[in-house]
Nanobody
């Protein structure tokens, strides 16, 4: 059973920055792509960013492109989401997830088999 634990959320003013971390218990973490999703109150969960197993390929939602950066440290079994120039509309619970080996798109929730419990990010105006 894989455990994913997010941290780093909090309250920040618009224009500020936060870095989220997601630590995985998976010993073979480096074999899997990882993703970040978010869910705002009253909205569906949506894709934010993803990174390939090696870190060589990254993918972003248009809404965060140029502001957020996903990265990973396979030696530490950890994936990160650096969030800059935060906006009130970035307020959400952020989840990390481990992608399986299927052919689902990186942006599709269906491709992810394990999820963390989420961390709250609140951006005040």
């Amino acid at each position: 059973q894989v455990q994913l634990v997010e941290s780093g959320g909090g309250l920040v003013q618009a224009g500020g920055s936060l870095r989220l971390s997601c630590a995985a218990s998976e010993r073979t973490f480096s074999r899997y792509a990882m993703g970040w999703f978010r869910q705002a109150p009253g909205k569906e969960r949506e894709f934010v960013a993803a990174i390939s197993w090696s870190g060589g390929n990254t993918y972003y939602a248009n809404s965060v492109k140029g502001r957020f950066t996903i990265s990973r440290d396979n030696a530490k079994n950890t994936v990160y989401l650096q969030m800059n120039s935060l906006k009130p509309e970035d307020t959400a619970v952020y989840y990390c997830a481990e992608k399986g080996f299927g052919m689902s798109a990186y942006s599709s929730e269906r491709g992810y088999g394990y999820w963390g419990q989420g961390t709250q990010v609140t951006v005040s105006s």
